[in-house]
């Protein structure tokens, strides 16, 4: 996870002095701060009860959870109990690959990187899923495969999703992710529902 998160800070073109302050930081080992920081994943229900994971990375457990109460109150939501809705998801090491001229081929690369499966997302753009454990392995084999890896990460997959239909409640949800997304704590929001473009197109 941590190479991860340094890859995708150095793409971002984030200084290394920077990065190593924020990893001394996370580790509580950052001369002169008496704080650490602690990674932590709060569980909630959205309008139409949408199930909705936040992960989150604070040094004071007790103002960020008033902030999220405040966003899921103030949106038709709730803020859960740990595990009311996390049985729902499970997380997986993702990576998305460009330049897929020949779809065997790419097959073949997940296969032997132990990929579990992949999806074709836009013409000659794929995720590739596999393990959290073997998400630097199918990375660097797909590289090595000559597959350009323009984002490996770690995701929230959900078993099953809500389809949302209604206007006032996909604005509501909208509302509610942004929100959350908005707070300083907040690393990543993920729910399980399903939008449609239209729907979509007439909530921007």
Excluded: H
């Amino acid at each position: 996870q941590l190479r991860t998160a340094i890859e995708k800070a150095k793409a971002a073109g984030l200084p290394n002095e920077n990065i190593e302050r924020a990893i001394a930081k996370g580790g509580g080992t950052l001369s002169g701060d008496s704080s650490s920081l602690e990674a932590i994943r709060y569980e909630g229900y959205g309008p139409g009860g949408v199930a909705i994971l936040i992960e989150a990375l604070t040094d004071n457990r007790n103002r960020t959870a008033a902030d999220l109460r405040v966003a899921f109150s103030k949106n038709g939501g709730n803020l859960g109990e740990t595990g009311c809705v996390s049985w729902m998801f499970s997380q997986k090491g993702v990576c998305t690959v460009e330049r897929i001229v020949d779809e065997e081929q790419l097959l073949e690369a997940s296969l032997e990187g132990s990929a579990e499966f992949y999806e074709m997302t836009q013409e000659q753009i794929a995720e590739v899923f596999t393990e959290v454990v073997n998400l630097e392995n199918l990375s660097q084999t797909l590289k090595q495969k000559g597959f350009g890896v323009t984002d490996a990460e770690l995701r929230w997959i959900s078993a099953n999703n809500v389809e949302v239909t209604a206007p006032d409640q996909a604005r509501s949800l909208l509302k509610l992710i942004d929100s959350l997304e908005s707070l300083e704590d907040v690393q990543n929001v993920t729910a399980n529902f399903d939008m449609s473009e239209e729907l979509m197109a007439v909530m921007a």
